[in-house]
C-alpha cells in the first residue's frame, strides 16, 4: 500500500468515523455442553480487565449479552479463567459465537465480525506454528543420546526456522494488508519464543500511524504509537552507534551547503574543537540559545574553536534571516528539507541539541549548554 494511498483512506476514514458514538453491540450464541453455566464479557485493557456483564447460558445452551462501545474494542468471552476466547468487537455488530465447552478455547465459530475472524485467524495461526515447533523440541529432545541424532538434527533445525520464517511472513503481510484493523495491534504484539513475531520497522510504523489516525482514543493503539516511536528511537541510535563502528571514527561525516550554496564538510574542520549544533530558526529554544553561543565563539575562536550549526529547517528566507539577526558569524549547513540524514545519524530527536569534538573529530560531550559548554571548552582549550 502506497502512502499517497494511505493518506486518502485516512482521510475518508476519518470523515466516516469522527462523528461515531457508542452503539450496542450484541453477542448471541449456542455452546454444547455448558447448560446453566455462567459466560461473562469483560474488556481487555492494556494491562488489566474489566468486567462488562454476565449471563448464564439456558437450557438449549443459548446465550445473548449486550453492551456499548463506539470503537473496535477487546473482549474476552469466558467460561471461567482457563476457558476463553478473544474477540474484537466493533459498535452495533451483530457477533454469534458457536462452541463446545470442551473445548471452548480451541475450537469455535465466530460470524458478524470481522474484528473477531481477524483474531481468530491470528490465534489460529500461532497455535498451529507453537505446535509444529514443540513437535520438532519433542523429537530432538527424545533423540539425543541416540547414534543418529547429529545426522537429523540439522534438517529438524532448518525445519524450525522454516517454520519460524512462515510465521513471520504470515504476521507481516496481515498487517501489511490490513493497516486499519484493531486486529493488526494484537500481530504487533503477539510473540513466538519470547521475540515479537512482526519484526519489520516500517510495516510497524505504518499500521501505527493509520491506526492513531482513526482511533486516537484507544488505550491499546495509544501503546503501540508508542512502542513504535520507541523503537525507532532506538533504532536510530543503534544504527548510528554501528555506522561509527564502521566506519572506524566517532563522528559520522556531515556534508551540507552553506547559505552560498558552498558544500561543508564537517571533516573539514579536524583540527579545531568543534561544536557540532542542531537548531531550526523557528524554533524559540534554539533562538534563546544562540546568544551564548555567540558568547562562547567569541571567547574560544582565536583558540581553535567553530561551531558548524545544522538547520533542519524547511524555509529558506526564515533560515537566513535568522542567521542575520542573531549574528551566526560561524558556518551555517543546511538542505532547507530538514537535513534529514544529518539529524538521523546523530540521533536528533529534538532541537536544539548539540555534540562536541575534539580536535581528532572525536564526541567527547553531548548536549552542554551555558556554563557546562563554557566549562567544556576550558578545559579542551586553555
Known sequence: MTYRVLFVLVAVLLVLGGCKKDKEFTIRGKITHAEDQTIVLEELHTSSLKKITETKINKKGEFEISAMTGIPT????????????????????????????????REYNVEGSPGSAHVKLLDSKLKE????????????????????????????????????????????????????????????YQKLDNNFIVRDLQVMKTAASALNSIYPKSEQVQALYNNALQIVRDKQSADMKKFIQEQGENSPEITLPAPDGTEVALSSLRGKVVLVQFWAAVDRASRIQNPVLVEAYNKYKRKGFEIYQVSVDVNRAEWVDAIDKDKLRWINV????????????????????????????????????????DKALAQLLD
Do not use: C
Not at 510465521?167 to 493488526?184: K, L
Not at 540521533?347 to 567527547?364: A, C, D, K, R, T
Open 129 to 188: 506454528t507453537r505446535h509444529k515447533l514443540d513437535s520438532i523440541r519433542s523429537l530432538d529432545n527424545l533423540y539425543k543420546g541416540n547414534p543418529e541424532y547429529d545426522s537429523v538434527r540439522p534438517r529438524w533445525a532448518e525445519e524450525y526456522d522454516n517454520i519460524v520464517k512462515e510465521q513471520i511472513e504470515f504476521s507481516t503481510q496481515f498487517v501489511r494488508d490490513n493497516p486499519f484493523s484493531m486486529a493488526s495491534v494484537l500481530a504487533l
Open 334 to 373: 543546511g538542505d532547507m528539507e530538514g537535513s534529514k540524514l544529518a539529524a538521523a545519524v546523530y540521533n536528533i530527536q529534538s532541537v536544539p541539541f548539540n555534540y562536541l569534538l575534539n580536535e581528532e573529530g572525536e564526541i567527547v560531550a553531548k548536549n552542554l549548554r551555558g556554563p557546562a559548554l
Open 74 to 105: 477487546f473482549y474476552l468471552l469466558k467460561l471461567n479463567d482457563q476457558s476463553f476466547i478473544t474477540l474484537l468487537v466493533d459498535s452495533a455488530e451483530t457477533v454469534t459465537v458457536e462452541a463446545d465447552a470442551a473445548n471452548f478455547d
